[in-house]
Structures are given as C-alpha cells and as structure tokens.
Nanobody, 110 residues
C-alpha cells in the first residue's frame, strides 16, 4: 500500500513537500516514481529515484525546482517542490513496483 500526504493549495512561487509511505511490501528494493496528472491531460512522469537513492532524474519541466528523495529505513518517498507554478497543478501519484498510491491534489493558484 502506498499513501501520499502533504498536498494542498499554495501560491505561485511557494513550496510543498509530498510524502509517500509504503507498507505491506516484502521488499523495498526497486526504483520509485512520482507521477502527476492534470485535468484533461495524460499522466506524466515527474521524477525517478533508484533503489538506493543515489540516482535521480526529473522531467525537464520540473528540473531545478523539484527534488525526489527516499528514506528506506522509514519506507517513505518524498518530493520537495519549490518555485511552484500554476502549471504544476495536478494530482500527484507515487509508484512502486506495479502499485500506485491513491493520489493527492496539488493546486498552485493566486
């Protein structure tokens, strides 16, 4: 099970940190991902992190603004989002193996 938290509404230029707590998995080995889906758009891969956390990648649209990290001891994935823009408004999902979280809304608006 994957449970996201930390979403909400923020003004442009603001910051939020999303968390994704994993439970019930026999192994925490494997890459983890953040995806997002804006209204009327396809789901988009936002960021990826390797099993040990040493390798990360972000979509061009968020590079330099979003940072993905993970704490394997806590079985938690994070997405630090800074300099948020209205176009970052979406439902954000974490993904591990073939499992998805339920999604959490992030709204950036003045």
């Amino acid at each position: 099970r994957l449970v996201e938290s930390g979403g909400g509404s923020v003004q442009p230029g603001g910051s939020l940190r999303l968390s994704c707590a994993a439970s019930g998995f026999t192994s925490s080995t494997g890459a983890m991902y953040w995806w997002r889906q804006a209204p009327g758009k396809e789901r988009e891969l936002v960021a990826t992190i390797s099993s040990g956390g040493s390798i990360t990648d972000q979509a061009d649209s968020v590079k330099g603004r979003f940072t993905i990290s993970r704490d394997n001891a806590k079985k938690t994935l994070y997405l630090q989002m800074s300099s948020l823009k209205p176009e970052d408004t979406a439902v954000y999902y974490c993904k591990f193996q073939n499992y998805w979280g339920q999604g959490i809304q992030v709204t950036v608006s003045s």
